[in-house]
């Protein structure tokens, strides 16, 4: 059985840093394109970050040069971590694993906010 299980988010002011982990079990991690999408009330999820198996990232404009995924295929784990974060950045994020099939985790709440 597949899981994926993000650390806890948390609450934030405008500028600081956070960084989310994503343990990964029951999949071929180092085989698997990881990342992580977000989602606010209302509309679609968004991808925000991706990591393919040979380690090659890419992001959503709006979070360049501030986010940097990365991961650890010993420990079957993914990382974002978030700087300068802004109030839009606002939202729940859920770590995904893809290889023939997309898996999810249950999300976790990341609020900036003064």
């Known amino acids: 059985q597949v899981q994926l299980v993000e650390s806890r988010g948390g609450l934030v002011q405008p500028g600081g840093s956070l960084g989310l982990s994503c343990a990964a079990s029951?999949?071929?991690?180092?085989?698997?394109?990881m990342g992580w999408y977000r989602q606010t009330p209302g509309n679609l999820r968004e991808l925000v970050a991706s990591?393919?198996?040979?380690?090659?990232?890419s992001y959503i404009d709006s979070v360049k040069g501030r986010f940097t995924i990365s991961r650890d295929n010993t420990n079957n784990t993914v990382y974002l971590q978030m700087n300068s974060l802004k109030p839009e950045d606002t939202a729940v994020y859920y770590c995904?694993?893809?290889?023939?099939?997309?898996?999810w985790g249950r999300g976790t709440q990341v609020t900036v906010a003064s």
């Open positions: 995904f694993a893809r290889q023939r099939y997309t898996y």
């Open positions: 029951g999949i071929i991690f180092s085989a698997s394109t």
């Open positions: 990591i393919n198996p040979g380690g090659t990232a």
